[in-house]
């Protein structure tokens, strides 16, 4: 090996790579000088773009050995870290588990001592050594991210020296690079997020992440920045997504008004708007939508919409939408930030309403007519006004007031440009009309009847609107282009204008093709879409008709009927549609979610619950036993919140695992307390203070019981929660048993104390006068049995005292029990059904009201047990007395306080 260290070259065929490599590492770990050390890492380096395998299985740990012990040499650690970038990086992109690179790297970070030693080495002051160093942690996050995560959590302050390279007056460089870095540690995939990825994004966002990343942003130029502020609302995206908490953070810190600062510009004619400012704002409007997602509880959306209003984002945001001159890549995410921070806000609902001089709602619906536009553009204008609409009455009937003249009008309104798209050609400004007509309509009463009075000039006709709807459903030829779409638009509308309301399906049922049209589209049409559309409007017809003859429900259900298996064809059609891949697609988000594959955009979430409320209705109608009458609005108003039980159980099953933890808590620190109990049978004070101790676990066991029921008194009951209230009850069942065991031993003692008085009342005749060593013994004795009863009947005491304010307690809540009641009754009286109502909270009176007694007849029991101890505790102190003994004054006057309370009764 002369040829390595300088001498003559030996004979024969030169060392092959793993030979040489080998060398180099005994050379590293051999040799004294740093400077051979520092040439053999070069050396190395310059191998491992040619021997990546046996550089990274054998120069590793000597080199990771070597950063260890010394990393002040900044040449030979820049030259360590760089060969260790280029071991483990991926030869393949994407990067596959088969990659050379990417099982090096999970042996690299199998040793967490290694991550240790280059978060270490981060820390040096030079700029080379931990601008290489921060480019190979990126490389060990793209190779295997979870492993590397599971270190940093390991390692205290790992993330805060990471996060310090974003502190203002870092080197841009490494800032820049530091920034790719935490992107890297941020990205997952939403269904492989775990616990550690949601801690790792939390511990970066309480480094006071959001504040430096909007000062790297306002240093780089605000929108105008360049690929930096890319890169900084890329990372802030991250850390607000999926994380409530991150998210509240957020809104805490003052970010909300920082957005103002990016988001007011100009966008009047002559702005320019470069690719990457375009970017920009697509990327800053991305992270106002996750703060406004729907994945988001109702409580955090509320509070976003609030925050966005009072900094007058939201205003800014309403200007760039509406305006002309907005760049058409932002436009459809514009206004779908727009949706989402007014939907359910009335506040912004109404300040929406109020722009364009009152005509904000008409410019909506006259983008998504407006065919030149892409059809992203279309859906996100129509979303944006459903959710000017959603959940806001007012809104929905003023909008409903404008398809009748009124003579005030001073412009077209949308009542107008929606009855003229209903009767268009065209199936999608046709469709967009019904979708926006249904949201209408959706939970409005007053608006479905006063729709039955509008009326369009047809043939020099007027026809009533809903008859032109049902008119135009024959004249559509199947097997056209976009003829589902013309049909399933008319019967989307129609099913919801006829859901919950017994008017409108009188005067649909009076048009004489409305059911032959129905019956026929269920049995004979090939698209799954129109047959289960079909099926949902006449479900709605039979599920809310209220006439007779012809018109009754027996009747409809007789159209089903007709040919074989009419029934089980029909219900069968009904299930396959709730069960479609197209309905599955639309419950899962209030918009739609592939808008570049128009086939799979037919409906969203709040028409889905209307249908399904449909489906669940007139289901339960067909099967209803013959002469069963009709459901009562209760049992309708339980068929439609079907869709929210499983949230509300999937709630309380979390709440009863929280109180099942909690009682497990309390078992593990009861056994901890009476494995520490000492055992003594000989004393009556030990199995007292295990009474004691009893009563008080089964006194936290019942306040958690009642912290069970308060928790149950929620809008809605399950099956789940009773369930958890039995085995509740069996617990407390349990303690309480074993405290009348303890009370069982307690007895015992008491007969032993009553042989000791036996032998009290014996000494007198064995020793007439004075007193013997025996007698001292045997009051010193009764003087310690008097001091532990003294002792254990103030904690009766106490304990009474407890039990007396937990009397206290139950009767307030007994008393609001009996007002709800009340009330309910009060509210119910008219409805026939709403007995199942009063008889729940009658119910949970009732439970009050038993565990009331319970309680007053344990505090019985235990003012039995303090008499007892009075009584015995005089007959003691009358022994004393007796025997020449001394009597506290303390202890004489409690004799006379019970004498005169003895007298008084």
């Known amino acids: ?68 012990e010394d990393s002040s040499d900044f040449d030979m650690t820049v030259a360590a870290v760089e060969m260790l970038t280029i071991v483990l990086a991926p030869t393949s992109k994407p990067a596959t588990p088969e990659d050379v690179g990417v099982m090096l790297t999970e042996m690299f970070v199998k040793n967490t001592g290694n991550v240790e030693i280059l978060l ?7 700029f080379d050594v931990r601008l290489a160093t921060v480019k190979l942690l990126s490389v060990m996050l793209t190779n295997c991210r979870e492993k590397l995560q599971s270190c940093f959590l390991k390692m205290p302050q790992s993330i ?58 306002q240093e780089e130029g605000q929108i105008e920045g360049g690929v930096i502020v890319q890169d900084c609302i890329t990372l802030a995206k991250n850390l607000l997504s999926c994380n409530e908490s991150n998210q509240s953070f957020f809104r805490e810190a003052g970010c909300i008004k920082r957005l103002h600062a990016f988001l007011d510009i100009q966008t009047g004619q002559g702005v320019i708007w470069p690719a990457q400012k375009l970017q920009n704002m697509k990327m800053m409007l991305s992270l106002t939508q996750i703060l406004l997602s729907s994945s988001n509880s109702s409580k955090n959306i509320a509070e976003t919409q609030a925050k966005l209003q009072q900094q007058e984002v939201f205003s800014v945001l309403c200007r760039l939408s509406l305006s002309s001159e907005l760049p ?17 806000s009335q506040q912004n609902q109404t300040v929406f309403a109020t722009l364009g001089g009152g005509r904000a709602l008409v410019i909506l619906l006259n983008m998504s007519f407006t065919t030149s536009k892409s059809f992203e553009d279309r859906c996100a204008a129509l979303y944006c006004f459903q959710c000017a609409l959603y959940k806001n009455l007012n809104m929905k009937l003023k909008v409903a007031a404008t398809f009748l003249p009124s003579g005030g009008e001073s412009g077209p309104a949308a009542g107008p440009i929606l009855c003229a798209g209903l009767v268009s050609k065209d199936a999608y400004i046709r469709w967009f009309s019904s979708l926006a007509l249904s949201h209408m309509l959706v939970s409005t009463q007053e608006a479905k009847e006063k729709l039955l009075r509008v009326a369009i000039q047809q043939q020099g006709n007027r026809t009533s609107l809903l008859y032109v709807c049902i008119s135009a459903l024959p004249t559509v030829q199947p097997g056209l282009p976009e003829s589902d779409r013309l049909i399933a638009s008319l019967l989307i509308l129609l099913s919801t204008w006829l859901s919950e309301c017994p008017y409108a399906v009188r005067v649909f049922l009076e048009h004489p093709d409305s059911i032959s049209f129905l019956v026929a589209q269920i049995k004979g049409s090939t698209s799954l879409l129109v047959q289960g559309l079909a099926g949902v409007t006449l479900g709605a017809c039979i599920a809310y008709c209220d006439g007779d003859g012809k018109f009754s429900k027996e009747a409809l259900i007789n159209h089903v009927k007709s040919g074989p298996d009419g029934i089980d064809t029909y219900l069968n059609i009904l299930d396959r549609f709730i069960n479609s891949d197209i309905f599955s697609m639309a419950v899962k988000a209030p918009r739609f979610l592939d808008v570049n594959r128009p086939q799979t955009c037919w409906f969203d979430v709040e028409l889905a619950k209307v249908f399904r409320h449909i489906v669940v209705t007139v289901s339960a109608t067909i099967n209803q036993p013959q002469g ?45 307390l009476a494995s520490q109990q000492p055992t003594s049978t000989q004393t009556d004070s030990g199995d007292s203070a295990e009474l004691q101790l009893k009563k008080q676990e089964v006194s936290e066991l019942r306040a958690e019981l009642e912290l069970l029921k308060s928790n149950q008194t929620q809008n809605a009951q399950s099956d789940s929660d ?19 065991e303890a009370q069982a031993k307690a007895s015992q003692l008491e007969k032993a104390n009553e042989g000791l008085q036996a032998e009290l009342n014996a000494k007198p005749e064995q020793v007439p006068s004075g007193n013997t060593n025996e007698d001292a013994e045997m009051l010193q004795a009764a003087r310690a049995d008097i001091n532990e009863l003294t002792e254990q009947l103030a904690k009766m005491q106490e304990q009474f005292a407890e039990k007396d304010e937990k009397i206290k307690t139950i009767e307030m809540e007994k008393r609001k029990a009996e007002e709800e009641v009340g009330k309910l009754m009060a509210e119910k009286k008219e409805v026939e059904d709403a007995a199942p109502v009063s008889d729940e909270s009658a119910s949970k009176v009732s439970e009050l009201e038993s565990e009331l007694e319970q309680v007053r007849a344990e505090n019985e029991e235990v003012l039995v047990y303090l008499s007892d101890m009075d009584t015995k505790m005089k007959k003691y102190r009358d022994r004393l007395k007796a025997l020449n003994e001394e009597v506290s004054e303390s202890e004489e006057e409690d004799d006379e306080d019970d004498e005169e309370d003895e007298d008084e009764d």
């Open 120 to 126: 270490k080495v981060l820390e040096e002051n030079s």
């Open 160 to 217: 805060s020296r990471i996060m310090d390279l974003l502190a203002p007056g870092s080197n841009e460089v490494i800032r820049n690079e530091a920034l790719l870095l935490l992107i890297l540690l941020t990205s997952v995939q939403d269904d492989a997020r775990t616990q550690e990825f949601t801690q790792i994004q939390g511990i970066i966002a309480f480094e006071n992440a959001f504040e430096k990343l909007f000062d790297i942003i």
């Open 722 to 740: 009773k369930i958890e209230l039995e085995r509740v009850r069996s617990q407390l069942s349990d303690l309480r048993s074993k405290c009348d």
């Open 628 to 672: 069963g009458g009709t459901l009562s609005p209760k049992a309708e108003a339980a068929g439609a919140s079907v869709e929210h039980h499983e949230h509300i159980i999937a709630s309380y099953k979390e709440l009863i695992q929280q109180q099942d933890q909690e009682i497990n808590r309390l078992k593990t620190e009861m056994s901890e």
């Open 1 to 68: 090996m002369s040829w390595l260290f300088g001498g003559e070259e030996e004979q024969g065929a030169p060392p092959n790579g793993a030979d040489t490599v080998e060398a180099l590492c005994l050379r590293l770990q051999t040799a004294n000088m740093a400077e051979d050390k520092s040439n053999s890492v070069r050396v190395l380096r310059k191998m491992a773009q040619s021997y990546k395998v046996e550089v990274g299985t054998k120069a590793v740990d000597p080199v990771m050995l070597l950063l260890k």
């Open 328 to 344: 058409q890549s932002i436009f459809a995410s514009s206004l779908l930030t727009i949706g989402d921070a007014m939907r359910g």
